[in-house]
């Protein structure tokens, strides 16, 4: 019976694992087309507000994710902070692209 009862267990931790990270990878998906929208009218600052929000909810969401997903999610944070060091020093371009990468990523990491 404690066989049985310890592997329904360990099945349901690996299910629901997605499902905690699930509403933290849509939050960072929001901010990141957000700051997507930004780098598009070169308004620099408040991508970096988005890539912000985009990353602390990324990192959120890596706590929990596992395989493939997890890859994508701490890639998509990496870029994210790239885009927002480019932010700051108003390189737009660079971190509207490094943006559109963590976008990239997040997509991938939902699938």
């Given at each position: 019976m404690k066989k049985t009862s310890g592997i329904i267990l360990g099945l349901l931790v690996t299910a629901s694992a997605g499902v905690?990270?699930?509403?933290?990878?849509d939050?960072?998906?929001k901010h990141a087309e957000a700051a997507l929208a930004e780098?598009?009218?070169?308004?620099?600052?408040?991508?970096?507000v988005h890539?912000?929000?985009?990353?602390?909810?990324?990192?959120?969401?890596s706590i929990v994710a596992k395989s493939i997903s997890k890859n994508h999610i701490n890639a998509a944070s990496e870029v994210l902070q790239k885009a927002i060091d480019d932010a700051s020093l108003n390189q737009d371009a660079a971190a509207t692209k490094a943006v559109e990468e963590a976008v990239a990523h997040l997509k991938q990491a939902k699938k």
């Open positions: 905690f990270a699930e509403p933290s990878l939050e960072a998906l780098g598009h009218k070169n308004n620099a600052a408040k991508l970096a890539a912000k929000g985009a990353l602390d909810s990324a990192l959120t969401a």
